[in-house]
């Protein structure tokens, strides 16, 4: 005889209240985060190279690219965020929007723009 794993439960409104602060507070420090990056990443492109050394533009070229990069992370987590919170808004946060279940409290709180249980993430990440 099998035993299945125990349902997880829903989060508590009072759970959800807690990681929608987290959640806005960490929107807030991303914004601008990508923001700041955004211009650091400008205001090099607009720097005359001190040389003809084509290393250190290439280092220069690298390090735009990297904060560009940065500054792009920061505004994709911006969007997931953005998503838990209409989830939220919208009495669907804590699903999965894959197979419906709950996901577990453990993983909202460690994730909390999260939107698939551990067992569809783990299918997922199976088939890449």
């Given at each position: 005889?099998?035993?299945?794993?125990a349902?997880?439960?829903?989060?508590?409104?009072?759970?959800?209240?807690s990681?929608?602060?987290?959640l806005?507070?960490?929107?807030?420090?991303l914004l601008?985060?990508a923001?700041?990056?955004?211009?650091?990443?400008?205001?090099e492109?607009?720097?005359?190279?001190?040389?003809?050394?084509?290393?250190?533009?290439?280092?220069?070229?690298f390090?735009?690219?990297?904060?560009?990069?940065l500054?792009r992370?920061?505004?994709?987590?911006?969007?997931?965020?953005?998503?838990?919170?209409e989830?939220?808004?919208?009495?669907?946060?804590?699903?999965c929007?894959n197979?419906?279940?709950?996901?577990?409290?453990?993983?909202?709180?460690?994730l909390p723009?999260?939107?698939?249980c551990?067992?569809c993430?783990?299918?997922?990440e199976?088939?890449?």
């Open positions: 005889m099998s035993e299945r794993a349902k997880p439960k829903k989060p508590t409104k009072r759970l959800i209240a990681l929608r602060k987290q806005e507070e960490e929107r807030s420090e601008a985060q923001a700041s990056l955004e211009a650091d990443a400008a205001d492109s607009w720097k005359e190279p001190r040389s003809d050394d084509d290393a250190e533009t290439g280092t220069a070229t390090e735009r690219e990297r904060t560009m990069s500054a992370n920061a505004r994709q987590t911006v969007i997931q965020i953005d998503r838990a919170l989830r939220m808004d919208a009495g669907f946060y804590g699903r929007i197979c419906g279940e709950p996901i577990a409290i453990e993983r909202l709180e460690a723009q999260a939107v698939d551990l067992d993430r783990r299918k997922a199976r088939f890449r």
